[in-house]
Structure formats: structure tokens, C-alpha cells
């Protein structure tokens, strides 16, 4: 292209072919106005691999079980034990659902939705059905659209998944993360905005959250609210903590974030550990099959840890790495190609970091190696210790002998699988990641003392 | 810094010229190469790829004691400050056509060693201490990168506020 | 002050009073011409103390025994275990090591002082006794003067302490990391000499120094010497690195720094593990007056922590956070009151990190506080351990059944000292520190679990 083309393509960059407003859910009618970030949108479909990362990592077999069996043994009589594989694009996310045996050979609710689909508009219908006010084209902030927001997401986990996924018919899409009026990040999963809510009732620090620190220090009547409180560049991560983060999903319990106490990894655990279901019984996912212990699933809480991380406490968000600004023409955007940055590292770190590519992918490496090399001796410890608990439990130990260490069982599997659920292989906090490794690995050893002075 | 003898950048200078002259011409006009002859930091932007290091030098803690040529041009000798902004003009101009850079864009050794003369210029006075037994500057190991080192490994800022 | 005054004071930086030379051993000669540095250098007299940092830290005892008398356990046998104090000020270091009972109760010979005064001259006066060539004034990177340095250290290290401490009368002084013609950095201490050709000839890599990456490529005929071949920038390292190590110097054999295999905790632990005295008897610097373990003492590794870390791998020196530079009057010079950068922010932190000194504060404070938390898992571990191997060995446990429980208390023993003999409470490396520690409480822990086993 010429200088002079380039010129003209400076002025196109937003075209306004189609009327977008709160009902238009099929990202293609958006792409119409905005195609550059359509065409990048439906690249997630692409499949790629780096070392750790992408869909079927490096070296490594897609199916997290096939990869490392020690997890098989850990999860067992949970459904993560039968099916369980590396993340790839957005664009797989619902279809990804729907397949998974954990899905097709267990119960699930349609709770599990609220992340793998664009339901923005699917809870608000749902929710006039359910007899909200309003009608489904009032602004998304209003207090009706709201209202039909919640009652929609609720029913939705009320319901079970088959039935509920015929409500949704798209991954992600544009109107989960933007205004249609004027493309403004905003958050429509109520999951976050309860979660968010309650982290800013906690006591923990959260620098890299200066909004939720100042709301803190105000009458708090009203609730934290990122769509009204929230800066740009907070935004630019709360729309992607609407789902890489810990969360509950169970039949047993409206689907939560757990963040009552703060986003570190034994905060979380204090709150299950306090925590009772409506029926009156104490959290736990499952029971583990070989121990009995009474266990937790911690899934992908990369916003947690990132949260932990200096690069949050410098105000870097999850966009400027992952969907960093492209050049096209004479107007940078956003590259809605949302993937590894370590496959566009100039753009992604390179801005900040002016060290060679070379330089840079060798730093990661090494965090995490580091992590990988640690936690697979977690791994170890922890799988040896389910080993001699099944055999002591065999052997006819009293369950008073057994629930201490099931309690050491519980801990050390929760903060194992923190790490291993979470997919940058420690990068988003690594000495935070190594922390939690390092304290896995005591409380799995503890236990097998603790079983041997048992006896 | 290395020094280039007046030959070298005479030689060097009508070469370039004779390329401005030739195949160059449409590019250097269009992309407005001229603005290289000019000082005034605004005929920077012309090229939009420009904006932000401009943006920054408006916020930079130098803005109202030094423009972009005081700082990216060479001040000892006149010919050569024109053969480096004919160089850089006609390199920039058809880096900026082809569009064939990579982003974010890096200041090369060669200008880097320009522009650590340059601070000096301002402040060898204050630094003959530090510099005394050898320059900080570009490191004697050409697989080092250039701009580790030097002023601008500390005072990485001074020109565009910060980068994160 | 106005613009002409500080043109005069621009002037004066330098003044040439006295003609230095090889000779001149006393710093007061060398401030004649360099008063700025020299006033500086005086200051590291005073006292101070951080969080974690300088003498009797904040909250913490002078003494590191009385702070944590888990190490009295964890040194029992050793000299360390009668007395261990924080580190203070250059101004202490001749000294504290004359007053310290490890020396006044201990056995110790002259290899103490390689790294606790100025001896660049006293080890040449003694290698001329000895009968190296040349003469005292020889510039000393001259054959001769390296064959004097050589030959005064290595009799220095077989004297007694008593009388080896009479040859020196500073603590580190100008000439030790000066060339007296020029100012130039230069390193003047055999055991980093050594011990960097050592490390050279090794494949572990090394960005961080990226001449000693060069030399491997050539032809490696004459030996890596830093003098010849450092940038300027390694050497704002490598002069610290002359002191800042692990090292070996007990009676059976001559100082050095155990950097054949790399600079990683367990890298020197493999050069330790293959090691023979000259009597053919294994490596080890004690045996475990409880335990009966032989083990490893690690002493002060800033310089291979450092190494792991990413400011090592940016090129950030400890001159640039240790010796910042400051301005007085009208020019910059580099700050000889060597300290702790917490005491100055501004000036070490800053020009690099755009944040508030709060900010800065925090983000040091988070990591020192996740390696003590760590730290303080992985002691008592150990000491758990200790205590159990120690009723066993009463019990009279056979040797055979000792001795792998022995390995495991040797190689956790090795890895928290590692950390805890580091200065920087994790900082200079944050996530290799917690790995370090984790590892140091699977080992402890496993210890434990073998002795139950053994039973
Ligand atoms: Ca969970
Ligand atoms: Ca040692």
C-alpha cells in the first residue's frame, strides 16, 4: 500500500453500516461497523502452541490427564478425572462445553454457561420470562435491565445444561464486553459484579485495583459497581475476570467467586472452609474417591493470581498483554485475537521491555520452568500421600484417625491445584506461585507423617 | 563515539542525495522526508508513526529545554548532522512507504552513540566524574544491545516520560 | 547557588593532591584527591536498619542466633552456632571479624581476611617474602605482581588468624577495587579470580554476564580474567562479587568459591557433593554436633542470587542500587556510603521505576515478606528433623539406616541456609529464593518420613 492509501485508510476506521444496540448479539452484524476487530475475533479459532501454553502445549498432549496421570489420581471421582484439556481460542468455548465428558457423562447445570457463552442478552430474556420489569432493549444500566439480568442468570443455574445451552447459540461475543452504543468496556456477568462486590468488603489490599481501594474509604452504601466505578485501564482486566477465575458452580449453590476474604489462595480456602450450603453441609467439591477426603477444585484463577503479581501493581492490565494494539494503517486497535503473547511478543512486551525477543521468551522460560520443575514435586508428594491414605483407609483407620489428614490432604491439593489450574504456568505471580508450591508440598508431607504417627 | 572523518560523510552525503535524486524522490516527497531539514519537532509528525514519541516529548521533563534535533542529531559538525538526517530521512521515508519496520520501534546503536554524545553536550560537566575512566556508553561488545547502557540505562525517560 | 559557582565546584571534582600508586594502602591518601568518595566511604560507619535489612533490623535482634534460635539448632557444632550477627558497614568488617567468638573461640586461619580488609598490598608484601618475583610497585596486572598476590594469599590461608590479622590494618579500602592510575574497577581478590574462571569453563549459562558468554566462544587457551575482559558494567558487580559469595575456607583446604558446575544452589551443592580433600576424605564443612550429619554451610550468595534473578539478567549492577549515584553540588558521583537501597529510594529505585517510594516499599516488603514466611516453614521443618534424627541416633539407629536420613538433612540444611545466609531476604532473586525453600521443606520433610520408614 501507498503513503497515500494509507492516508485514506486513517479516517475509515469506524463504519457505521448497521444500528448496534442491546439486542444484537451475532458478532458478524457487528463486525460490519468494526471488521478489523471482527476478522481478529474469529482468528481464536486458529490452533497454536508454545511451550506451556495454547491447545496441546509443546511437548505436550492436549489432554491434561494423558500429559501428567498424577492428575487423574488426584481428581479421581470428580469429573475432571475423565476429561480435562489444555485451553485453545475463544472461538471453542462453547463448543468445547457441550463435548466435554465432564458434561456429557455428568450433570451439569446451566451455571456453567455464564462463562462459555454470550448470554448477555440469553439471561435477560430469560429474565423476562421470569417476570422481570422492562422490556430487552432498556440501556444495560438501567436498574430493569438489571433486574431481568439477574433473574435470568439465576433461573439459568436453576436449570439443567442441556436444556439451558439451547439458549445461546455463540462464544463470547461483542456485546459481553462493550457498550453497542459507544464500544465502552463494561461487565455483564453477574458473576464478577457480585465477586467484585464482595472483594471490595474485604480487608485486602488491592493496589492494583485503585478504584476498589477508594470505594473502601466512601459510606459504601451503595455496592462497587465497575460499570460505574471502575477506571479504563481496570476494565481492560475485570472484562476478562468475568471467567479466568476461581469460581463455584455446583448444584448445590448459585455459581459465586469466592473472593469474601481476598484473591489469595488460602483467603479463598478460609472462605469454603467457612462456608455452609443451604442445606446446612460444609463446602467441598466432591469426595475424593480413593481418600474420602472432602476436597476442593480450584479452576484457572489467572485474575487471581495476576492479581498478586507486580505486574498488576504497575497497572498492567490483562489486554495490554494479551490483546495488545496492532497497527492498522494509521490507527492502532486492539488485536482481538486474544491468545498467548508469548506469539507476538513485540507487540505484547516489547513496548514496555526493551530487551531482544530472544531475551524476553528466555525470562518466561525460565519462570516457568521454575514452576513446572516445583510443582511437579508437589505432584509427586501429594499423589504419595493419597497413595498411603487409600491404603490406610483400606486398611480400616478410624475416621478419626483420618480426618486430620484429610484436612492436610484438602490443603495441599487446593494450593497444588491452584497453580496447575492456572494457565500461565506461574508467569502472572511467580514467586506468589512458587509460595503456594512450596507450602503444597509441606502440607502433602505432613499428611504422610501424620499417617505414619497415626498408626 | 566514533568519529567520521569529513571525506566519509561528505562521500556518504552525495550518495544519499543521488538516491533522493533517483528512485527515492516520490517517497521522500510523499512520506515528507523534508521535514528532516526542518527543527521544529511538529514536522515530525507528519509521519503519525512519530505521534507518540512526539506525544511524549510534550510530556518529557526536556520538552522546553531540548527538540527532537537537539537530542537525535549530532551538533559537532555540521556535515555530518546533514548526512545523518539525509540518512535517517531517506531510511525513515522508506521504512514509512514499504512499511517494513517492526514495532515498537527502536532507536538503532548508531543514533543511540548519537544521542549519548548529545547528553553529554548538556551535561559532560556534571558527569566528568562518572565518565572519567571510559564512557558509560555503547559497550564495547557489538552482541550487547546499544541502549542498555549508557545515560539512557537510568534516564530512559528524560525524552518521552515513561514507557509503562 | 548560582550557574558560576557550580562551574567551579565542577572543576574541583578531582584534585591531585597526592600521587597514588600501589603502594598507598590508606584510604585517608586516596580521599586527598577523592574527598566526596572518601567522606562517603567514612559514612558506612553509621548505623542503620530496614524492615529485614542493615544491623539489628528493625524488630530484630543484632544477633540472628538470638532472633531465631532455631539456628542454634540448625548450626549446632559450628562455630555459627556460638555467634552469627547481622551484617553492618564496611567500616566493621576488619573488626567485627577480630571480635567475633567464631574467631576469639575458633580455630580460624588467615583465609578469613581475604574478604574483611585490604590486602591487595599485604598479600603482595607476603608473596615477595615468599619469594615471588619483582617488586611491590609493579602495576599489578604485571605478571609479576599477580605471581606476588597469588603467592602472599596462598600463605596467608595456612597462617594462624591471630597472626595473619597483624599484616592488615583497613577494611576494604580504595585500592581494592581501584586502579590507583586511573579509577578504573579492577578486582584484586584471588578467590573471585579463581573462582569466575571457574564459572567460565562451566556450561551453565550466564546472560547476565555476557563477556564470560564471549570468552566461551573463543578459543578459551588463556583463563577468563575479569580485568581483561569485564565490561565496565559487569565490574559494578564482579567487585562485589569479590566478597558477596559462597565460599569454602576452613583448614583442609584453600579458600574458594565453588562455582565449577553454575551458580545455582544446587549446582555449588554437586561441586561440594564430588569433592575430596587432600586426605581423600569427602566434602563437608561440619558434622551435625546432634545429628551426626555431615553437611554444607552456605554463607552470604548475594552475588549468585543476584544472578538468578531478573535484575541480574537487565543488566542492573549492585553499584547501581548499592552505590547510586548522587549529585553534590554540581556534579554526580557514585555514592561510597555502600547500604541498603531502602534508605534511599529516590536515588536507587526510582530513576529506573517510575512509582511513588511507597509503592516501592510495598512491592519489596510483599516479596522479603513471602521469603520469611517461607523461610520460617522450611526452619521448622528442619528442626522437626533435627530433633527426630537426633532420637534416633540416641536410640541407637544403625549408621546404615542414618545415612540416607543424614542426605536429606544435608541437602535441606543447604538450601534454607542458601536463603537464609542471603542478605536480601529473598529480593535479589524472589521466586529462585522460593523455590529454593520449597525444596529445602520436601527434603526435611522427607527426611522425617525416612526415619519413620526406617523403624
Ligand atoms: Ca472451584
Ligand atoms: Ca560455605
Known amino acids: 500500500r501507498n503513503v497515500a492509501e494509507r492516508r485514506q485508510e486513517a479516517k475509515q476506521t469506524s463504519l457505521d453500516l448497521v444500528r448496534l444496540d442491546e439486542t444484537v448479539v451475532d458478532p458478524a452484524q457487528w463486525g460490519k461497523n468494526f471488521p478489523r476487530q471482527h476478522d481478529a475475533y474469529l482468528r481464536t479459532a486458529e490452533r497454536f502452541s508454545t511451550k506451556y501454553g ?39 468455548m462453547l463448543d468445547d462445553q457441550r463435548k466435554t465428558k465432564r458434561v456429557t457423562q455428568r450433570k451439569q447445570t446451566g451455571a456453567c454457561l455464564h462463562c462459555h457463552s454470550s448470554n448477555t442478552v440469553a439471561y435477560r430474556e430469560l429474565g423476562l420470562k421470569h417476570g422481570a420489569p422492562g422490556k430487552l432493549d432498556d440501556p444495560f444500566l438501567t436498574d430493569n435491565a438489571q433486574k431481568q439480568l439477574y433473574a435470568g442468570f439465576e433461573a439459568s443455574c436453576k436449570m439443567p445444561y442441556d436444556e439451558a445451552t439451547k439458549l445461546v447459540s455463540h462464544p463470547v461475543t461483542c456485546i459481553d464486553c462493550h457498550d453497542p452504543q459507544n464500544m465502552a468496556l ?53 472484562v476478562c475476570a468475568q471467567c479466568h477465575v476461581e469460581y463455584y458452580c455446583g448444584a448445590k449453590a448459585t455459581l459465586f467467586f469466592p473472593w469474601g476474604k481476598g484473591l489469595k489462595a488460602e483467603q479463598i480456602e478460609a472462605v469454603y472452609a467457612e462456608y455452609k450450603f443451604a442445606d446446612g453441609t460444609p463446602f467441598s467439591d466432591w469426595k475424593h474417591k480413593r481418600t474420602g477426603a472432602d476436597v476442593y477444585k480450584a479452576q484457572h484463577p489467572e485474575f487471581e493470581l495476576w492479581s498478586q503479581g507486580v505486574h498488576a501493581r504497575s497497572g498492567v492490565s490483562c489486554a495490554d498483554c494479551h ?14 485475537h486474544v491468545k498467548s503473547p508469548l506469539l507476538d511478543v513485540a507487540r505484547a512486551c516489547q513496548v514496555c521491555h526493551r530487551f531482544p525477543e530472544q531475551e524476553i521468551q528466555a525470562r518466561v522460560a525460565t519462570i ?17 500421600l493419597i497413595g498411603e491414605l487409600e491404603a490406610a483407609k483400606q486398611a480400616g483407620a478410624a475416621e478419626a484417625k483420618l480426618q486430620p489428614v484429610w484436612a492436610l490432604q484438602r490443603k495441599a491439593q487446593w494450593r497444588l491445584d491452584f497453580v496447575n489450574a492456572e494457565n500461565s504456568m506461574g508467569f502472572h505471580a511467580p514467586q506468589e506461585a512458587a509460595r503456594i508450591l512450596g507450602e503444597a508440598i509441606d502440607y502433602a508431607r505432613q499428611g504422610q507423617l501424620a499417617l505414619r504417627d497415626a498408626k | ?31 515528507q522526508g523534508h521535514s528532516y531539514l526542518s527543527d521544529d519537532p511538529a514536522v515530525c509528525v507528519n509521519c503519525h508513526v512519530m505521534r507518540e514519541h512526539y506525544d511524549g516529548w510534550q510530556h518529557g521533563s526536556h520538552h522546553a529545554t531540548a527538540t527532537c534535533n537537539d537530542c537525535h542529531l549530532p551538533h559537532d559538525s555540521l556535515l555530518q548532522a546533514l548526512f545523518v538526517k539525509a540518512s535517517n530521512g531517506y531510511h525513515h521515508g522508506a521504512a514509512f512507504t514499504i512499511q517494513d519496520f517492526v514495532e515498537p520501534i527502536r532507536i538503532k546503536p548508531g543514533n543511540a552513540r ?36 549508557g545515560c539512557v540505562r537510568c534516564h530512559q525517560d528524560v525524552g518521552h516520560g515513561t514507557h509503562r
Not at chain 1, 498432549?61 to 481460542?89: C, H, M, W
Not at chain 1, 516457568?368 to 504419595?384: F, I, P
Open chain 2, 114 to 149: 548519537v544521542l549519548e554524545a548529545n547528553c553529554l553536550r548538556c551535561h559532560g560537566e556534571a558527569t566528568q566524574e562518572i565518565t572519567a575512566h571510559g564512557t558509560l556508553g555503547v559497550p564495547s561488545d557489538p552482541t550487547q544491545e546499544a541502549d542498555l547502557y
Open chain 1, 186 to 238: 463494561r461487565i455483564t456477568k453477574p458473576g464478577l459484579l457480585d465477586g467484585i462486590d464482595a472483594l471490595a468488603r474485604s480487608e485486602d489490599p488491592v493496589p492494583h485495583l485503585p478504584t476498589v481501594e477508594k470505594w473502601r474509604k466512601g459510606d459504601r452504601k451503595v455496592r462497587y459497581d465497575p460499570n460505574r466505578e471502575a477506571t479504563r485501564q481496570e476494565m481492560r482486566s475485570l
Open chain 1, 323 to 336: 490483546m495488545p494494539y496492532v497497527r492498522e494503517g494509521a490507527i492502532k486497535i486492539s488485536d482481538h
Open chain 1, 54 to 92: 495454547g491447545a496441546g502445549s509443546e511437548g505436550f498432549a492436549k489432554s491434561r490427564l494423558e500429559d501428567d496421570p498424577r492428575l487423574v489420581t488426584i481428581f479421581d471421582g470428580y469429573a475432571f478425572a475423565i476429561d480435562f484439556n489444555q485451553r485453545q481460542g475463544h472461538a471453542y
Open chain 1, 368 to 384: 516457568q520452568d521454575r514452576t513446572h520443575h516445583l510443582m511437579s514435586r508437589a505432584e509427586d508428594a501429594l499423589v504419595q
Open chain 2, 1 to 31: 563515539m566514533p568519529f567520521l572523518s569529513l571525506r566519509t560523510a561528505a562521500l556518504a552525503a552525495s550518495l544519499a542525495v543521488g538516491v533522493f535524486a533517483g528512485s527515492g524522490t516520490y517517497t521522500f516527497v510523499a512520506a
